[in-house]
C-alpha cells in the first residue's frame, strides 16, 4: 500500500466520522464583513476582537517601518533578527502588563511550547486545566516533567492535585486566562492563594484576555489584581497583528533567552509587525469606549440565544460557544448560517469533547447592530429548523 492509499483511507474515516476539515480562502482585509470563497459574509468567528487589524494607524506604520526595514527579519534573534522594533516593544510590552521584562516569539503557540518545555525541569510537575489550549498541551508534552491535569476551573480538585504532587521538587499551575472554546474565565485570584498555600508558581497563557479584560486591556492578572509569576500573551487577537511574548522577571527573559528552543532556533517576527504592534498597544490601553461596546454586544447575544432555547457557555468574554452537540448537525447548522449570510464554522471533536460540537461565535467591537440582528435572526430560524429549540 502506498502512503496516498493509506493516508487517504484515514480521510475517509474522518470524513465518515463528520469530522473533516476544508480551508475557507478569505479575499478582503479583516473586518465583519468579508468575501468567503467568493460569497459575501458576515463573520462571527474572528478573534480581531478590537477591530485592530484593519485600523489605519495600524496600516500607516506598518507601511512606513516596510519601507525603511523591510519584509522579513532574516534571521533568528540570536542571529540577525534582532532590531530596535523587537527590544522597543519589548519593553512595552513589560509596562503593559505591569512585568520586568518582556520576550517576543514569533507566535503565542510557540511563546507557550517554548516556556513549558524549557521552565521545569524532570522531577517537577505541571499542573494543568483540564480545557487549556493545545499550545500549553504539547508544550506539557514537551516538558521532562510530569503532567497531572485538574477538572476545568475546580479549586478543590486543584487543592487535591497539589496536595498529591507534594514529592516533586516543584510544581508549577498551568491555565489559560480565557478559554478558547468555552470563553470561560480562569479564577485567578483563586489560583494564586493556592499557589502560596502549597509553594507552586503559576504560569497563565492570557492570549484571548489581553486587550478585552482588565483595567486598559491588560488582562486576567489585571481583572483580578494578581501576578502570577509567567504570563504568556498573543498580539494575533485584539492587539490585531502577529506573534506571541512572554513576560515576568527580567531572570527568566534571561533564562528564556538561553533555553528556549522555540525562541533560539525561530526566525523572528518581522520588524513591520512590531512596530504595527507597538501603536496598536496605544490604542488598546486606550480603548475602554471600544471594549464598553464590545461587552454590550457580549450580552446582547448571549441573552437572546439563551432566550431563544439555546445552550450557550462562556462568561463575560467575545468567546460565545452556542453547542449544538451531534457533529454532523453542527456542520449543518454552519452550512445552513452560511447561506444566511453568516460565517461561523463549526468546531467539533478532538477540539471539544464528544456530544458537545458547536458554533463558536466571537463578536468584536466593530460588529454593527445590523450585524447582529442579522446574526440573531438566522439563528432562532436555523435553531427551529433543525429542531434544535
Known amino acids: ?3 496516498d492509499e493509506w493516508l487517504s483511507q484515514r480521510i475517509e474515516k474522518t470524513k465518515q466520522a463528520g469530522l473533516y476539515r476544508e480551508l475557507r480562502t478569505m479575499s478582503t482585509a479583516p473586518q465583519p464583513n468579508m468575501i468567503v470563497n467568493g460569497t459575501q459574509q458576515i463573520v462571527f468567528s474572528s478573534n480581531n476582537y478590537l477591530g485592530l487589524a484593519n485600523d489605519p494607524m495600524l496600516i500607516e506604520k506598518a507601511l512606513n517601518t516596510l519601507k525603511e526595514f523591510g519584509i522579513g527579519s532574516s534571521g533568528s534573534r540570536l542571529t540577525t533578527g534582532n532590531t530596535e522594533w523587537h527590544e522597543k ?12 521584562a518582556a520576550l ?3 507566535s503565542g503557540y510557540l511563546a507557550n511550547v517554548g516556556v513549558l518545555s524549557s521552565l521545569p525541569e524532570r522531577g517537577d510537575v505541571l499542573l494543568s486545566d483540564q480545557l487549556n489550549h493545545a499550545s500549553i498541551i504539547d508544550g506539557c508534552r514537551l516538558s521532562k516533567a510530569e503532567t497531572v491535569i485538574y477538572k476545568h476551573s475546580d479549586m478543590s480538585n486543584l487543592e487535591e492535585k497539589l496536595n498529591e504532587t507534594q514529592s516533586y521538587t516543584r510544581r508549577f499551575i498551568v491555565t489559560d ?3 478558547s472554546m468555552d470563553g470561560t474565565i480562569a479564577p485567578l485570584d483563586e489560583i494564586m492563594k493556592l499557589s502560596k498555600r502549597y509553594d507552586a508558581y503559576v504560569i497563565v497563557d492570557d492570549a484571548h484576555a489581553t486587550g478585552v479584560l482588565g483595567e486598559g486591556g491588560r488582562g486576567t492578572s489585571d481583572r483580578f489584581g494578581v501576578s502570577p509569576d509567567v504570563v504568556i500573551g498573543t498580539l494575533s487577537k485584539a492587539v490585531g497583528v502577529e506573534g506571541g511574548f512572554v513576560t515576568g522577571s527580567r531572570i527568566l527573559i534571561d533564562f528564556l533567552i538561553n533555553h528556549s528552543r522555540t525562541f533560539i532556533f525561530q526566525t523572528s517576527l518581522p520588524p513591520v ?3 504595527a504592534a507597538y501603536v496598536a498597544l496605544d490604542i488598546v490601553e486606550n480603548g475602554q469606549e471600544l471594549r464598553e461596546r464590545l461587552h454590550r ?3 446582547l447575544i448571549k441573552s437572546s440565544l439563551e432566550a431563544m432555547g439555546f445552550t450557550v457557555y462562556g462568561q463575560d468574554t467575545p468567546i460565545i460557544p452556542v453547542i449544538i452537540g451531534d457533529a454532523a448537525k453542527s456542520v449543518r447548522f454552519s452550512k445552513r448560517l452560511q447561506d444566511y449570510g453568516i460565517y461561523a464554522p463549526a468546531i467539533r471533536p478532538p477540539t471539544v469533547p464528544e456530544g458537545e460540537s458547536r458554533i ?6 466593530v460588529h454593527n447592530d445590523s450585524q447582529i440582528e442579522d446574526l440573531l435572526t438566522s439563528f432562532k430560524e436555523i435553531g427551529r429548523e433543525l429542531k434544535i429549540i
Do not use: D, H, P, Y
Not at 90 to 99: D, H, I, S, T, W
Not at 360 to 365: E, N, W, Y
Open 89 to 100: 516593544l519589548e519593553q512595552r510590552l513589560a509596562r503593559f502588563k505591569g512585568m520586568e
Open 1 to 3: 500500500m502506498s502512503i
Open 104 to 106: 517576543l516569539f514569533s
Open 297 to 299: 454586544q457580549i450580552k
Open 360 to 365: 463558536r461565535l466571537t463578536v468584536t467591537a
Open 273 to 275: 509587525s512590531c512596530a
Open 177 to 179: 486566562g480565557v478559554f
